[in-house]
């Protein structure tokens, strides 16, 4: 692999899209947005109308990414990061924001009172980033602020940092 995988992950509204395209767009990688991904594919299994949200086939999704996985360059987006290998990522960044703004994205999204409820529950107890903690190396988890666009530019740079530092580490090595 010439170039790493990053995994973007969070609650939903924390402003994973934005970071991702952003990041694709600067460092030259794909942009592999999981739900399009699914919904495009066919790996739904059903839909669950409580919380208004499809239910991926995670193994159908998984078996189509492997080999784009393996070739390295992607930003993967998706706000649950459990189920994907350990191995197919480098770098796990996990994004937040205040709740207070996050309310007000769910709300402007037109999400039902359940949904906006379970999302902010799931931001308040940090669902995402422990997630991640579970699922990962700690020393590949990178924990980002996003409420304003000035926090946008700073982690889009940060992560591009990363980038030459991890290219530099790697330079030579036989991948």
């Known amino acids: 692999m010439k ?19 952003r990041v694709a767009e600067q460092l030259g990688f794909k942009w592999q947005n999981v739900s399009d991904i699914a919904n495009q594919n066919g790996f739904v299994e059903e839909y669950d109308e409580e919380f208004e949200c499809p239910v991926l086939d995670e193994d159908k999704l998984l078996d189509h990414l492997e080999p784009i996985m393996q070739e390295g360059g992607n930003v993967v987006e998706y706000h649950s990061s459990e189920f994907f290998p350990e191995r197919w990522f480098q770098a796990v960044y996990v994004v937040r924001c205040s709740t207070s703004l996050l309310y007000e994205r769910l709300q402007a999204r037109g999400y039902n009172d359940r949904k906006v409820k379970s999302n902010m529950e799931c931001e308040i107890f940090q669902i995402p980033l422990d997630e991640a903690k579970d699922s990962y190396r700690s020393e590949i988890i990178v ?4 409420d304003t666009e000035a926090d946008l530019d700073g982690n889009v740079k940060l992560i591009a940092d990363w980038l030459e530092h991890w290219r530099s580490a790697n330079e030579g090595k036989k991948q």
């Open 143 to 146: 924990e980002l602020q996003s």
């Open 3 to 21: 170039q790493p995988n990053i995994l973007v992950t969070g609650t939903p509204g924390v402003g994973k899209t934005h970071l991702s395209k």
